[in-house]
């Protein structure tokens, strides 16, 4: 046992080759050369289709789609090589001259040739999240969630889902192949998708779980899906989680009173597995806040057992509403359901994510805070693309898991001490804010670099209003005072900064012919005086824009620039 407050069942490392294949076994995966990496630990599974040129990261599983031939599986171990992936796996059969016995590269595993990629993709990184669940479980955790799910599938001859009261996915049953689509969206993404959620708000789903002891049949909602039968598990009155049973028809008096039964040995299993981790995860994530805060030294960053290679920092955040402000404001009228609502999704999505991570980078802790979540990602000593393998994980975790259509997130780093974390975190946060903001037109996930304009434009404003000073000066004034905050001239001057002074480009832009725009730009001149070759009036002018479009978004209206004749 460790130290108190120290974190159990933590391993160093994720399984190796040899691991993965005896533990899937051999009517899927065949291990066919050692190479020089097969007792080495893996961390995730990636594809690699033959026109991709990216390098996957270092131990990984590459799943070689499309390389069958000698040449095709020799350019693949080519490709990978350089950063040691954990295996390289291939469909059968495997190339005769291929050796054996290779003692460098990459391990080589042969995969069924009746398999499909989707299903082996699936398996692994189901088998990685297994592994690696004992991250956030203590050593001694007796639940087995999953062995009651497959109970329930016996016993009631339907596919079986165990939900905590976030509906985030706890485990499920065999059978769910037999399921439909929105099971299987649940499945792969760990948790039920948020519009689906948000349909079974709208359909009072919940309430009627919550107000109902016994089972619940909700009739299929649309063509191909299943209908469902679900129960609340409780504890006492309070509701700890939902069983969630994929079925044709109501199951009859016999079948729902097994259900019930079932309902009263699974509540206790939650409520352990609740109470069990809760006193390991706080103090997890309490050593990660310290760090993310400046106030960990050392020694205790060091029981987050993160190693000692560069660290880099994400932060997500949901986006903002239309007004530009966040979800839940400083509005004393806001709606305390709709509070309620925006902690549990931050709830889900820290708890999806931790689940992530802990299946395809090992090394890492998430930390959940006001309206954000953070992540502590670490690499290797000598790592040099941290950063672009923060960002293209988190562009992953967007792409697969079904809670994030309405998420942002930034990624900040590499550090190579402790003690500059708390500067990425306050970049990323820097960054989060402007992703969030109406204006930002940038990709769902960015590093700080890639918002860098945005972050400085919104201080800006912050530092014009803390100043007082005005929003307009000089030439900029004048045009506004005759030409209105709005008016066409004062488009037509933002538009032909956006272009670095481009005519074509700004009156395509505008929608309006060359001519036209030449006419606005000598209006602009005579009204306000502006010297068009002065750099520094240039620049305080496309400023002062910039900063006003911050305040007031622009909509575009193809009516305010007609096409000119």
């Not at 933590?10 to 020089?36: E, F, H, M, N, Y």
């Not at 649309?222 to 028809?249: D, F, H, K, M, Q």
């Not at 960053?301 to 955040?317: E, F, I, K, N, S």
């Not at 404001?329 to 549990?344: E, F, K």
Request: negative net charge; contains cysteine; charged residues 20%.
């Amino acid at each position: 046992m460790g130290e108190v407050g120290e974190p159990r069942g933590l391993p160093a490392a994720g399984p190796t080759t040899r691991q993965l294949v005896r533990d899937i076994g051999p009517a899927l995966l065949r291990l066919v050369s050692t190479g020089a990496t097969a007792d080495d630990p893996l961390a995730s599974v990636v594809i690699h289709p033959p026109t991709e040129t990216a390098v996957p990261e270092p131990n990984c599983v590459v799943l070689g789609i499309g390389a069958k031939t000698e040449a095709e599986v020799l350019g693949l171990l080519a490709a990978t090589n350089p950063t040691g992936p954990g295996v390289v796996a291939v469909k059968a059969p495997m190339p005769s001259s291929i050796s054996t016995v290779r003692t460098t590269g990459p391990a080589i595993i042969e995969v069924s040739t009746d398999a499909s990629w989707m299903h082996v993709a699936t398996t692994i990184r189901d088998y990685l999240i297994d592994y690696t669940r004992a991250r956030i479980q203590p050593d001694d955790d007796s639940t087995d969630l999953f062995a009651l799910a497959n109970a329930i599938y016996t016993a009631l001859n339907a596919p079986v889902t165990i939900e905590d009261r976030f509906s985030a996915l706890l485990a499920w049953s065999a059978g769910q192949d037999q399921t439909d689509p929105e099971r299987i969206t649940t499945i792969l993404g760990r948790a039920v998708h948020q519009r689906t959620l948000e349909q079974q708000r709208e359909r009072g789903e919940f309430q009627r779980l919550r107000a109902n002891a016994g089972p619940v049949y909700f009739a299929a909602t649309e063509p191909g899906y299943l209908s469902r039968v679900a129960i609340a598990v409780r504890a006492g009155t309070e509701v700890l989680g939902y069983l969630w049973v994929a079925v044709a028809e109501p199951l009859d008096s016999a079948r729902a009173h097994m259900l019930e039964q079932f309902a009263l040995v699974v509540a206790p299993q939650i409520a352990g597995l609740r109470t069990e981790t809760a006193h390991a995860r706080r103090q997890r994530e309490e050593l990660a806040a310290a760090v993310l805060a400046g106030s960990a030294d050392l020694v205790g960053a060091g029981r987050l057992q993160l190693g000692d290679g560069p660290l880099c920092v994400l932060a997500a955040a949901s986006r903002v509403s239309a007004g530009g402000h966040s979800p839940i404001g400083n509005d004393p009228r806001v709606d305390l359901t709709a509070d309620a609502v925006a902690v549990d999704e931050l709830r889900r999505f820290a708890d999806t994510l931790e689940y992530y991570l802990a299946a395809v980078h090992p090394r890492s802790v998430t930390v959940r805070g006001t309206g954000v979540v953070y992540a502590l990602l670490a690499y290797p000593v000598g790592a040099t693309q941290a950063l672009d393998s923060t960002t293209r994980l988190a562009r992953d975790f967007l792409a697969r898991t079904p809670l994030t259509d309405d998420h942002v997130i930034a990624a900040g780093g590499p550090s190579e001490s402790i003690g500059r974390i708390t500067t990425i975190r306050s970049q990323v946060d820097a960054t989060v804010r402007a992703m969030r903001h109406p204006s930002f037109t940038g990709q769902s996930v960015c590093a700080v670099e890639d918002a860098a304009l945005s972050v400085l434009l919104l201080h800006l404003a912050d530092m014009t209003d803390s100043l007082g000073l005005p929003d307009t000066t000089g030439a900029l004034r004048r045009l506004i005072s005759r030409d209105g905050p709005t008016g066409v001239l004062a488009d037509t001057m933002a538009a032909y900064l956006d272009a670095a002074g481009n005519t074509e480009v700004a009156a395509r832009a505008l929608r309006i012919h060359v001519n036209t725009m030449r006419y606005r730009l000598r209006r602009i001149r005579d009204i306000s005086g502006l010297d068009f070759a002065h750099g520094d009036t240039m620049l305080l002018t496309h400023l002062q824009l910039r900063v006003r479009t911050l305040r007031t978004p622009r909509t575009d209206d193809p009516d305010k620039n007609p096409p000119a004749d």
